[in-house]
C-alpha cells in the first residue's frame, strides 16, 4: 500500500527566504506526482505536475523534483512571500487504471512579513 | 468559469438524514474523482468514474454512500443515514485521459462541499 509522508509538518519563515519542502513515497510504481496549494477550508490548486518519466518542473517561483528510485520529491519556493502561506499537499497517482492520487498530511507553510 | 464546481459548498445535518452532493467537472474532461479530507489530514480516495461507468471504489465507501454519473456529465453522491463519523470535506476532481497514449492525467479540484453532521 502506498503511503506518502510530508515533512515537515508546518514551517514557519520570513518574507524572502528560500525555501524546500519535502515528500517521500514507498512504492516508486506512481503514474505522476502532484504538488497542490490548499487555503484553510478552500479547496485544492493544483501547483506542479510530474510525470514518472520526468525529473523536474518548473513554474514562476515553484520548482519541483522527482526521485523515482528512491521516493522522494522535493517542492523549492523561491523568494518566499506572504501570500505564499498556505498547506502544501504533496500526492503521487498510481500506476494502475484509476490513476487515484495517494496523498500525503501537507506541509503549513507562514512566511512572515 | 470553466473549472470544477461543487454543490451545496456547506451542508449541516442531524445524525440519520440523508445528504446528496453535486459536482460538475471541466466539461470534456471523461474521468471524474470523489476524495474525503478530514480535518488535518491529505484528501482519501472515494471512488472514480471513467465517463459514465464507476470503476473503482474504495473500502472507505460504506454501503451507505452510493455515487452516480449520469451521462457521464455531472456526478451526485449521496450519503443515507449520516453518521458524525461522515463529517468531512467531500472533494470532486476531474481530469482527461485517453487510452494511447496516456497524457498525464493532471486532476482538477473543485472548491468541495463541507459536511458537519450534528
Known amino acids: 500500500k502506498q503511503e506518502v509522508t510530508q515533512i515537515p509538518a508546518a514551517l514557519s519563515v520570513p518574507e524572502g527566504e528560500n525555501l524546500v519542502l519535502n515528500c517521500s513515497f514507498t512504492?516508486?510504481?506512481?503514474?505522476?506526482l502532484q504538488w497542490f496549494r490548499q487555503d484553510p477550508g478552500k479547496g485544492l490548486t493544483s501547483l506542479l505536475l510530474?510525470?514518472?518519466?520526468?525529473r523536474e518542473q518548473t513554474s514562476g517561483r515553484l520548482n519541483a523534483s522527482l526521485d523515482k528510485s528512491s521516493g522522494r520529491s522535493t517542492l523549492y519556493i523561491a523568494a518566499s512571500q506572504p501570500g505564499d502561506s498556505a498547506t502544501y499537499l504533496c500526492a503521487v497517482g498510481d500506476d494502475q487504471g484509476a490513476q487515484k492520487l495517494v496523498f500525503g498530511q501537507g506541509t503549513r507553510l507562514t512566511i512572515n512579513p | 468559469d470553466t473549472g470544477v464546481s461543487q454543490d451545496p459548498r456547506h451542508k449541516i445535518t442531524k445524525r440519520g438524514q440523508n445528504v446528496t452532493f453535486r459536482c460538475d467537472p471541466i466539461?470534456?474532461?471523461?474521468?471524474l474523482y470523489w476524495y474525503r479530507q478530514t480535518l488535518g489530514q491529505g484528501p482519501e480516495f472515494l471512488t472514480y468514474f471513467q465517463n459514465e461507468a464507476q470503476l473503482e471504489k474504495s473500502r472507505l465507501l460504506s454501503d451507505r454512500f452510493s455515487a452516480e454519473r449520469p451521462k457521464g456529465s455531472f456526478s451526485t453522491l449521496e450519503i443515507q443515514r449520516t453518521e458524525q463519523g461522515d463529517s468531512a470535506m467531500y472533494l470532486c476532481a476531474s481530469s482527461f485521459v485517453i487510452g494511447v497514449p496516456r497524457i498525464t492525467n493532471e486532476q482538477f479540484f473543485g472548491p468541495g462541499t463541507r459536511l458537519t453532521v450534528l
Open positions: 466539461s470534456e474532461h471523461n474521468r
Open positions: 510530474i510525470q514518472s518519466s520526468q
Open positions: 512504492d516508486s510504481a506512481i503514474y505522476n
